[in-house]
């Protein structure tokens, strides 16, 4: 396999399938069919999901909550998620581990760093929720930062569009996909793959993105085995 640790980024949106918002039963059993076949493989993966789906911390401002108090409820909303991914995961007959940026020991472990590699080694997929623990950050930096955390080989951004495009694919039938990008680059040419604070955590610590259509089958396993041509490789 060409990557040994992985860290998979779901958004919650993504959860959603062809539905307006929760979890699409459908959606989450595939994904965690794809998730199967690449750790059945020997490769150790970790999972950050976002909570979109649920509650957006963006969102709160236009209603009047305050911005802090509205980032711990996008928290909250992608241990929804999390939990969500981890009993399905289970139900496939996975061994999981949640770890949370916020402390509640009734649904799952605090996030320990040393921990969470231990479980990595034992062969238990880590769902890391509650972001970091703490407001301004996105679910994209928690991703960034806990691939660094763990060692992770490389941070898959699992989206419904196979890489990153000249423009939006969905909107401009005449964009064209990049197959390999430089953080220069795609810094420069302000491509909106993830935030700012997640990108450069990864440019300075050497942890390669690739961004990928989670929702095409076998997707995940042709990038473990190297397969080209597979979403956009930012390096």
């Known amino acids: 396999m060409k990557y040994k640790r992985i860290l998979l980024k779901l958004s919650g949106?993504?959860?959603?399938?062809?539905?307006?918002y929760g979890i699409d039963p459908v959606?989450?059993?595939?994904?965690?069919?794809?998730?199967?076949?690449?750790?059945?493989?020997?490769?150790?993966?970790?999972?950050?999901?976002?909570?979109?789906?649920?509650?957006?911390?963006?969102?709160?401002e236009a209603s009047g909550i305050d911005r802090v108090q509205g980032d711990y409820m996008g928290m909250l909303a992608t241990v929804i998620n999390a939990m969500a991914i981890q009993?399905?995961?289970?139900?496939?007959?996975?061994?999981?581990?949640l770890m949370s940026g916020i402390k509640m020991e009734a649904v799952c472990e605090p996030f320990i760093r040393r921990r969470?590699?231990?479980?990595?080694?034992?062969?238990?997929?880590?769902?890391?929720?509650?972001?970091?623990?703490?407001?301004y950050f996105t679910t994209d930096s928690t991703a960034s930062l806990r691939a660094i955390e763990i060692e992770?080989?490389?941070?898959?951004?699992?989206?419904?569009?196979?890489?990153?495009?000249?423009a939006d694919p969905e909107k401009d039938s005449s964009a064209?996909?990049?197959?390999n990008l430089?953080?220069?680059?795609a810094i420069r040419e302000g491509y909106n793959i993830m935030d700012m604070t997640a990108f450069t955590l990864c440019q300075e610590n050497n942890?390669?993105?690739?961004?990928?259509?989670?929702?095409?089958s076998g997707n995940l396993l042709d990038i473990m085995e190297g397969k080209e041509n597979i979403g956009t490789l930012i390096s």
Do not use: W
């Not at 009993?87 to 581990?97: D, Q």
């Not at 992770?152 to 000249?166: H, I």
């Not at 064209?176 to 197959?179: E, F």
């Open 13 to 20: 949106e993504a959860l959603m399938g062809n539905q307006q």
């Open 27 to 60: 959606r989450i059993n595939q994904y965690a069919e794809e998730i199967k076949k690449v750790h059945a493989s020997g490769v150790e993966v970790a999972i950050v999901i976002g909570g979109g789906n649920i509650y957006r911390g963006v969102q709160a």
């Open 87 to 97: 009993s399905t995961l289970e139900n496939h007959g996975l061994y999981t581990r």
């Open 116 to 135: 969470a590699v231990r479980h990595l080694e034992k062969g238990r997929i880590v769902i890391f929720g509650a972001g970091i623990g703490n407001p």
């Open 152 to 166: 992770a080989d490389v941070v898959l951004k699992g989206t419904r569009v196979d890489g990153v495009y000249t």
């Open 176 to 179: 064209t996909k990049i197959p």
């Open 182 to 185: 430089s953080f220069e680059q």
């Open 207 to 216: 942890v390669p993105i690739i961004v990928f259509d989670m929702n095409a």
